[in-house]
């Protein structure tokens, strides 16, 4: 903090490190005396203050010993917190102003005094933990705080007051109101251990497990060439048998040898496997051939072969392991061809006009061809790179093109100017190079792949199979024999095209390791009906930010809803005597998204969430370290390989290659995706087991639901109240137990009826079930949605206004038993709305009105819900069942509509417009004005409503009926509404 200028300025901001073990620092000029010198008078006030404080005289008070108050003095020993008769009744009037309330209800005590039995009875808010009291002694005035003294003690012993004697509502608030938005924490990142190996070192034979990768297209007529991965250790069942879906129309296969699988290589193959490895991956990356300096480091955590196939390899159902061994000695050939030459031949001094006569003479049936490094076979040219002498850039030869040459017309040009040019004068002309055998048949050349995101979020998945080749084929070149220098032959050009794949199935294959190893770790803690697969594990590890086809988004969503349920029903049952507000206020303690990072941090989570976007420049079976350097906001922080390597946590199976910050939002949406995935796979046993492993507290006991399911008896006159059975029929359902139905539709200002109470507990219930219920419902029937959708359908079908139009459906509001006249008078005018808007009977609860509907009606639709939930010994399904058809039509993808503001927002957005709201008040009315600013005009609207957001609304519904008839228009042109 700054220096400040006073010292009631220095007390006040030194106050905000209240929080345990946190430093206050003040920050002051160094070279300027003056800050220095304020700081000490500061401190020397602060000082004296203090002194003053701890030495005053004190002022001894003067009591009325004619009357024992020991006995009226209630004091708990671990505070020293007292309350005595005069304190107590100011004590229960504050407890009771921190009850749950409402703009037509303030709960207050009620006292009754009963002369002829000389009794004083207290009458609590229906949403207190007691009902009532009664004391009989002394005058009213005693009898008065005597049963305020006796309630002080029985709402200590149920927990309704603290240990300081105040209400349990202001506990945790600092904790709920932790605002962790955009804060950063450090944390390990996890390799698998199975990819780890020590190759560099190998002096004798080496002994690998064996892994087929097999490319499957859909619809291709190409010969894919297949390939094996070599690893130390064996991989983990669950992997071994994976598919994964390219975005290009082919699926890449993982599977294992039929029978051991076992690979045995002697130290030159495993080094001649190594060079093989990292010469085809620089020329993928650099389109250069090169190879690493000898003494160069693989990085130690990832030492892996990816090696070619003979083409008759079955990979299908094969024990032989067929490596294309002479594949590979022909790149290790090439590697010593480029290290030996050093001169280049010039093109003009390597042939003369007998050369060529001769070439012409003895080449007719086009034997060999005269390139760069003189004269060629056929045969080999076909299969080989090249590298073109005047520009140095690399090409892959796919065939001899026998019916062209240097003195055709070139074919397909993109500039119009080529089309009747010659190949001689366009080398000519644009690199002034004078071809010596222009008659010579042209080479069919394609350039060098490059390392692609195949399953990226934007890829199209509808891409025909094989497309990537033909592509490649469709925008080949044509290159003269003689411009052309040899540096790979015999090898065939589509493998560098199917190579161009692996290190992203790499990538996805060490995700789905880390995914397995996590999915190990809880089975050791869960029982064996653990059975989420490992891709549904990877889809929740899998943040956004790594852009690819799947995320934790929809996930995330579920079971964040879940999870609410789950809290939910937990503190209802456990928390029998605490309201509403309580049971919220620990709600949002144990799903808030500090309390879940730190319950994944206890757990490791943070570990493997996969944060980075695939890179092919950061894959370590480079053989070379790498510098991991996040594109996705998230910081890395690097390590020297001594500190990382074989840091290894032996229990989890696991290696740490760096640290790396992580946002502790990001971490909290982790747990609540894992949730989701466990739900979605093995149901709700399986999400509360998960749970549980991770120290959420959701048991619940049979004992706590039997003693819901047979709550108290009601005096037999509350039914005269109340038309039971015309309800039932109504909902479709008839109450074992009608005690749940009559708390469902009372509210707290509702006159006391024979000790019924009100319905601010069953509607913190039903709240969260029905909006678990709904999501699930949305999930399950429309799958393949993309998160926004899913989250713009919950939102529409569960909020208050949807609630509320079904309860005015229903005419629920008849059966309500309150007692505030201002509720009834927006009750009628808002059912008045409703008939008058939609006088159909089948009309739509989802939909935005421009109405404001009272949080009332909405609340009966969510404590019905948590009525029939506890009626039915806490049967989801059954209130699902019963539910849904009175919440139907239910929101679709095809009929979700748009919120007014969020709309105007994307509707100027798109066309480059600025919009700004202004409210002002004018009497009980909010006046908004909405402004929409183009280049050369604007245009606004105003409304008025009795509060902002709905007259917001409608101003943003004006301008749009303005706006989207000129949509087709130039807006910059038009004159302004």
């Known amino acids: 903090f700054d220096l400040p200028e006073i010292i009631s300025s220095l007390i006040q901001s030194r106050g905000r490190a209240r929080k345990a073990d946190s430093h206050y620092v003040l920050l002051i000029d160094r070279s300027n005396p003056n800050e220095e010198a304020q700081l000490s008078a500061l401190l020397t006030s602060e000082k004296t203050m203090r002194q003053e404080a701890l030495h005053r005289k004190n002022m001894p008070l003067s009591f009325d010993h004619s009357q024992d108050l020991s006995a009226h003095t209630y004091r708990v020993e671990s505070t020293g917190a007292t309350a005595n008769l005069d304190s107590s009744v100011a004590l229960i009037y504050y407890y009771c102003s921190q009850l749950p309330n409402d703009r037509y209800y303030t709960p207050r005590p009620e006292f009754v005094f009963e002369d002829e039995t000389s009794s004083c009875t207290l009458k609590f808010p229906p949403n207190a933990p007691i009902s009532k009291l009664t004391v009989q002694n002394g005058n009213k005035s005693l009898q008065k705080k005597l049963v305020c003294l006796e309630a002080c003690k029985q709402l200590h012993a149920l927990n309704a007051l603290t240990d300081h004697l105040l209400p349990v509502a202001h506990e945790d608030e600092e904790e709920i109101s932790l605002d962790i938005k955009g804060r950063k924490e450090l ?70 040898p039929a029978l051991t699988g076992i690979v045995e290589l002697h130290p030159r193959q495993v080094e001649a496997a190594r060079i093989f490895q990292e010469v085809i991956i620089k020329l993928l990356l650099d389109k250069k051939l090169a190879i690493l300096s000898p003494g160069s480091a693989w990085e130690p955590e990832q030492q892996y072969f990816l090696l070619p196939l003979l083409n008759h390899t079955k990979v299908s159902n094969s024990d032989a392991v067929y490596i294309d061994w002479g594949c590979i000695d022909v790149v290790l050939s090439s590697v010593g061809l480029e290290s030996t030459r050093t001169t280049e031949i010039s093109c003009e001094k390597r042939s003369s006009a007998s050369t060529r006569n001769a070439f012409y003479l003895t080449n007719k049936k086009l034997e060999a061809l005269y390139t760069a490094d003189g004269q060629i076979l056929v045969s080999k040219i076909e299969n080989s ?147 989420v697969p490992t891709a549904k594990l990877l889809e929740a590890l899998t943040t956004k930010s790594c852009q690819e086809s799947l995320s934790l988004e929809s996930l995330e969503t579920l079971g964040d809803s879940f999870l609410k349920y789950a809290v939910s029903r937990q503190l209802f049952l456990v928390y029998s005597q605490q309201h509403e507000g309580q049971l919220t ?22 570990g493997y969430i996969q944060l980075e976007s695939y890179d092919a420049n950061n894959w370590p079976a480079l053989g070379k370290h790498i510098i991991r350097q996040s594109n996705s906001g998230h910081n890395r922080l690097t390590h020297t390989q001594e500190e990382t390597c074989g840091i290894v946590d032996k229990k989890q199976g696991v290696r740490i290659c ?60 509350i039914f005269e109240h109340f ?65 926004k959708v899913l989250s713009d359908l919950r939102s529409a079908a569960v909020n208050n206004d949807c609630f509320s139009k079904v309860a005015v459906k229903l005419n629920l509001q008849r059966h309500l038993r309150h007692g505030s006249g201002f509720l009834h008078n927006e009750i ?36 019905i819900a948590g009525a029939i939930f506890l009626d039915s010994d806490l049967d989801l399904q059954l209130v699902w069942r019963v539910m849904k058809p009175l919440l139907e039509p239910i929101v679709t993808p095809e009929t979700l509509p748009f919120q007014p503001v969020r709309e105007l927002f994307e509707f100027c957005h798109k066309r480059g417009a600025h919009v700004k709201f202004e409210a002002s008040h004018k009497g009980n ?53």
């Open 828 to 863: 009628t005018q808002f059912v008045t709305f409703i008939r008058n808007l939609l006088p159909s009977d089948n009309q739509q609860s989802f939909g935005w009105i421009e109405a404001k509907a009272p949080k009332v009606l909405g609340d009966l639709i969510e404590s």
């Open 187 to 256: 944390h390990p990142h996890f390799i698998p251990e199975s990819l780890a190996g020590n190759l560099s070192a190998s002096t004798e034979q080496v002994l690998f497990h064996c892994y087929f990768i097999s490319f499957r297209a859909q619809s291709s007529s190409w010969n894919s060439i297949n390939f094996c991965l070599l690893v130390e250790n064996s991989l983990n069942p669950d992997v071994t048998n994976t598919e994964i879906q390219l975005g290009v129309g082919v699926v890449v296969v993982l599977s294992k």
């Open 385 to 531: 790179i090249v590298s073109m002498i005047h520009s140095g850039t690399y090409y892959c030869i796919t065939r001899v093109l026998k019916d062209i040459n240097a003195n055709c017309c070139m074919s397909a040009a993109e500039d119009r100017k080529l089309a009747n040019c010659s190949y001689f004068d366009h080398f000519s002309k644009r690199y002034g190079v004078t071809l010596r055998y222009p008659d010579q048949p042209l080479l069919e050349a394609c350039s060098i792949p490059g390392f692609q995101k195949f399953l990226s979020r934007h890829q199209q998945t509808n891409s025909e199979a094989g497309s990537f080749l033909r592509n490649a084929r469709k925008s080949s070149v044509e290159l003269p024999p003689e411009l052309c220098r040899i540096r790979v032959l015999g090898m065939p050009w589509k493998l560098l095209y199917y190579f161009s794949f692996l290190p992203f199935v790499m990538h996805r294959l060490e995700a789905m390791l880390i995914a397995s190893q996590f999915k190990q770790t809880v089975l050791g803690s869960c029982p064996s009906s653990y059975v």
């Open 658 to 717: 760096c640290y790396r910050l992580i946002k502790l939002k990001t971490v909290a949406d982790v747990v609540e995706a894992l949730i989701g995935a466990h739900l979605t796979s093995g149901g709700e046993s399986s999400a509360l087991t998960f749970m549980n492993w991770l120290g959420i507290e959701v048991n619940i006991s049979p004992t706590l639901v039997k003693q819901v399911s047979t709550c108290g008896e009601v005096h037999p006159g």
């Open 925 to 977: 009315c909010t006046i908004v004005q909405a402004k929409v600013a183009f280049d050369d005009s604007y245009f606004e609207e105003t409304a008025q409503s009795t509060d902002k957001e709905s007259a917001k609304k409608l101003a943003a519904q004006k301008l749009l009926h303005c706006l989207k008839p000129l949509q087709t228009m130039d807006l910059t042109q038009v004159r302004p509404c």
């Open 723 to 787: 038309n039971i059975h015309a309800l039932s029929d109504l909902l479709n359902y008839s109450f074992t137990n009608p005690i749940f139905l009559i708390n469902a539709l009372t509210h707290a200002s509702c006159p006391d009826i024979l000790g019924v109470g009100c319905y601010q507990r069953l509607e913190f219930l039903g709240d969260a079930l029905l909006d678990y219920a709904m999501t699930s419902h949305l999930y399950t029937t429309h799958p393949g949605l993309t998160p």
């Open 585 to 606: 206020k620990k709600r949002m303690t144990a799903t808030c998204n500090y309390t879940l990072y730190k319950i994944a941090v206890k757990k490791d989570i943070p």
